[in-house]
């Protein structure tokens, strides 16, 4: 899927064929099952830009639309704490470790 979005320097497009996946959501059996639908998250590196976070929502339910929503870089670690991941791109940013320096273990938690 692809999504063309306004920056400051102009028109990006972000692309789920080109963009780098952090994570990808289950996919399989039929369209009404448990892994009929689903949001990944992708990363768009380009040069002279900030990196842009998306979460892209899709479905293998016919009739039901996909969609390409751009997130913040707080927003995509929590996506990926939910389900039990890191992102580690940018440590210094990392507010869940401070708050795990006081005691507090899970995402659920924060």
Known sequence: MKKCIQSE?????LDTDRDAWLYLAPRGGDAGGAFGRGRDLYLHEEEGLPDIYYIHTWSMVPGEDEQIQPISIVSAEEFLESRGLVLAAYPEQRGSRVLRSYGYGIAEEF
């Open 9 to 13: 320097k102009g028109e990006i497009l």
